[in-house]
C-alpha cells in the first residue's frame, strides 16, 4: 500500500477567507455568525448565518466564467487555487493523466435553481431557461472546472452525502492514491446554502438555531441550552499526494492521511441513532483502517453541530470506542465557530485538524456557558480557549442527513 500525504491547503470560510487567515481566527475563538446580508431574512425564523465576508467572485475568477458558476463553484475555485499554490507542484513535471478532483458539495447550486424557479414564476410561466442553468447547478461541476483548469485527466468526480460529503471525498481519493490508481488527488467540498430556500428549508425542519438577538453565541456545542446549528457556507481543499511522488518533488508535508471509516445508521432520515451506534462504528473502522489505537489519538475535531440530539449521541460514542483513553483526549468542536458548511464541513474541519497537528494547538469550542446534565463534562471538550498539545494523531469526525457518517485520521509526519 502507498502511504498518503497532504502537501496543500486552501480554505474561504466565515472566519477567514484564507487558510491562515482561517487559523489564526479559530485559534483565537471567533465567532463568523452575523445578520444575513445575502438575502433580506425579515421574513424568516432565522436571520443570522455565518457567511463568507468580503466577498466578491470577480476579484479571483474572470467575470465572465464567475457568471457561469454558482457562488458554490466560486468557493470550490478559489481554494482550490490556494492549495494548489501551497502544494507548489509544477503542473509540467507531474503525469496528469494520473491526476484527480474528488470534490464533495451536499446541495450543490441552490441559489441558481432557486433564482432560475422565481424568474420562471415572474415570466407568467413562460419557459425560458438560462442555458448555464444545469451547469451551474449540478454538484459535479465543481470538481469539472477545477479539472479543466489544472488539466487533470485522471479521476473526476463528486461525491454527494449531505454534510459528510467533502470527507467521503478525502477518503476516496486517500484510498486510490493507497491503491496506486493516482499520484495527486485535489480533494475537498464546497457549499453555499445561505439563501431563502436553504434556510427555509432548514427553519421547516426546526434545524437551526433562532438566538437572532445574540448571533455570534448561537452556535453552542455541548452547551445545556443549545437549540439547533448554524448555518454557514465556504470551501476546504486539500491536495493529497503519494508519499513517495511528494518525497521526489521536495514537497514540504503537512500531514499524513492514515484512512478512514465510513458507515450508515440505517435509523433515520435526520436524526442519529440515539447511541451513537453508527458514530461509534465509523471511529471504530477509521481506527482499524488507520492501523491504530485508541490511546493513539490526541485530538478529535467532532461533528458537534449544536444540536440537542446529535452532540449527546456522538459523546456516547465516544465514549464507547475510546473507553477511559476518552479522558485524555482533547475535544473541540470548530463549528462553533464557523457554523456548519454542510458539504464542505468535512474538509475545512480536516483542515483544522491538521494545522492543530502542525502547530500543537487546539482549536476551541466557543460559547460554552452550561453545563449539560446528559454530556460528561469530565471529558475536555476545550471550552472557550485554545489550548496547547502535542498531537500525534487527531480524527476528524463528519456526518450526514440519511444517516451518513464518516471519519479520518491524520498524523504528524515523523
Known sequence: MKRVVVTGMGAITPIGNTLQEYWKNLKAGKSGAAPITLFDPELFKTRFACEVKGFNAQDYIDRRDAR???????????????????????????????????????????????????????????????????????????????????????INYATVSACASSSHALINACDYIKLGKADVIIAGGSEAAITR????????????STRNDDPSTASRPFDA????????EGSGCLILEDYDHAIARGAKIYAEVLGGGMTADAHHITAPHPEGLGAANVMKFALEDAGIKPNDVDYINVHGTSTPLGDIAETQAIQKIFGEAAY?????????????????????????????????????????FNNDEEIDNKLNFTFNKAQKRNISIALSNTFGFGGHNTSVVFRKMD
Not at 441550552?225 to 454557514?232: K, P
Open 197 to 208: 430556500t436553504g434556510v427555509g428549508g432548514f427553519n421547516a425542519m426546526k434545524a437551526l
Open 68 to 154: 457561469r458558476m454558482d457562488r458554490f463553484t466560486h468557493f470550490a475555485m478559489i481554494s482550490a487555487e490556494e492549495a494548489m499554490k501551497d502544494s507548489g507542484i509544477d503542473l509540467e513535471s507531474i503525469n496528469l493523466d494520473r491526476s484527480g478532483v474528488i470534490w464533495g458539495a451536499g446541495i450543490g447550486g441552490l441559489a441558481t435553481m432557486e433564482d432560475e424557479i422565481e424568474s420562471f414564476t415572474l415570466r407568467n410561466g413562460v419557459p425560458k431557461y438560462n442555458p448555464f442553468l444545469i451547469p451551474k447547478m449540478i454538484p459535479d461541476i465543481a470538481p469539472g472546472y477545477i479539472s479543466i483548469k489544472y488539466g487533470f485527466r485522471g
Open 225 to 232: 441550552e443549545r437549540e439547533g446549528f448554524v448555518l454557514g
Open 328 to 368: 485524555n483526549l482533547n475535544i473541540s468542536s470548530t463549528k462553533s465557530m464557523t457554523g456548519h458548511l454542510l458539504g464542505a464541513a468535512g474538509a475545512i474541519e480536516s483542515i483544522a485538524s491538521i494545522m492543530a497537528i502542525h502547530d500543537s494547538i487546539v482549536p476551541p469550542t466557543i460559547n460554552h
